[in-house]
């Protein structure tokens, strides 16, 4: 298996433009969920899908920030619009889905390293 | 709010040496925790999952202990090489299935 895709690996964009990130999570896998990695704040969970639906959104940090899993192999992060703060790296991550997930090994993507200027 | 830390921040040995990295949680009431590496510019790697009813595992070179009702997991890794250089993430999950990081230690073993 090709393990979890994430494009584009590198976005650098204007403060106010609209960001789209997108996943991949490996075939089979039930949950997804998208974090946000900072020097300043580590690792955040900012959602979390099961069986394509949104269970979690708490960690979204604002209404700017949306997410979607219109099928169970893929998923899109969008950011409108965007903000020099919300430069970070983001994670796609999947797993099976086994006991809603909770004692489950998280399968990571190389992620997005987002650039706002 | 479970909060994990990770002690110490940095570490650098040289080759060869066995080392422990310290991992420490708040909450006990926890799922599972797992131990992750992260290469610089990579996405993270799982190393081990112990569950809450599990003490250790192991695997190869690594060895993660669990003491869940004091707060504490341990990473030892054996014989350190070069190429195990890299941050190493504590994770630990509670029933709701979210994950809570720590921040990272830092490792460089030197060759």
């Known amino acids: 298996d090709a393990g979890v895709i994430q494009s584009p690996r590198h976005e650098v964009t204007e403060m106010g433009q609209e960001v789209t990130l997108r996943c991949k999570p490996i075939?089979?896998?039930?949950?997804l969920f998208w974090y946000r990695q900072t020097m300043m704040r580590g690792l955040e969970l900012l959602i979390y899908f099961n069986n394509n639906v949104p269970i979690d959104d708490s960690g979204m940090p604002e209404d700017r920030f949306s997410a979607k899993m219109p099928n169970a192999s893929f998923s899109t992060l969008k950011i409108q619009p965007s903000e020099p703060r919300d430069s970070a790296v983001y994670f796609c991550?999947?797993?099976?889905?086994?006991?809603?997930?909770?004692?489950?090994?998280?399968?990571f993507g190389p992620g997005t390293r987002l650039t706002v200027l | 709010k479970q909060e994990v830390t990770q002690i110490p921040a940095a570490l650098s040995v040289p080759e060869g040496e066995n080392l422990v990295l310290n991992c420490s949680f708040t909450?006990?009431?926890?799922?599972?925790l797992q131990w992750f590496r992260q290469d610089p510019g990579k996405g993270l790697t799982s190393l081990l999952l112990?569950?809450?009813?599990?003490r250790e595992q192991t695997s190869g070179r690594l060895n993660a202990s669990l003491d869940k009702s004091s707060g504490r997991s341990t990473l030892y890794i054996a014989a350190s090489q070069p190429g195990d250089s890299a941050t190493y993430l504590c994770?630990?999950?509670?029933?709701?299935?979210?994950?809570?990081f720590g921040k990272g230690t830092l490792l460089t073993v030197n060759p």
């Open positions: 991550a999947s797993s099976l889905g086994t006991s809603g997930g909770a004692g489950d090994t998280q399968y």
């Open positions: 075939s089979g896998h039930n949950s």
């Open positions: 112990i569950q809450s009813s599990q």
């Open positions: 909450d006990s009431a926890i799922y599972n």
């Open positions: 994770a630990v999950s509670g029933s709701n299935y979210k994950l809570t």
